[in-house]
């Protein structure tokens, strides 16, 4: 099933009940094998495997896109508990070097 607004290139091979959603853009002598899932908005540069569930552009697996929005609400956090971090090693540092 294709939803609308995707641009498929001219040799792209698709095979059996692959599920491409709305506004993607699939380029030239690629593959997409059966049952495979494209998400919304994605952009996809690379043959796709069969079963396989891809998202955004460039592409990545389900799990990975999953696992990146999950830690991307986090960044404010973890870039000021690296940067404390990154603190404390520097005094440890300093205070090493007077030893």
């Not at 498929?8 to 094998?33: F, K, N, P, W, Y």
């Not at 799990?63 to 603190?87: G, N, Q, T, W």
Request: hydrophobic content about 45%; aromatic content about 4%; overall charge positive.
């Amino acid at each position: 099933m294709i939803i609308a607004l995707t641009g498929v290139a001219g040799s792209v091979t698709i095979g059996r009940q692959v599920l491409i959603a709305g506004q993607v853009g699939i380029g030239d002598h690629l593959e997409i094998g059966d049952g495979a899932v494209i998400g919304p908005k994605a952009g996809v540069a690379k043959s796709i495997g069969a079963g396989e569930i891809v998202l955004v552009a460039p592409t990545m697996p389900y799990r990975d896109y999953m696992r990146c929005s999950a830690l991307f609400a986090k960044l404010p956090e973890l870039v000021e508990r690296i940067r404390r971090l990154e603190r404390r090693l520097q005094e440890q540092k300093g205070f090493d070097e007077v030893k």
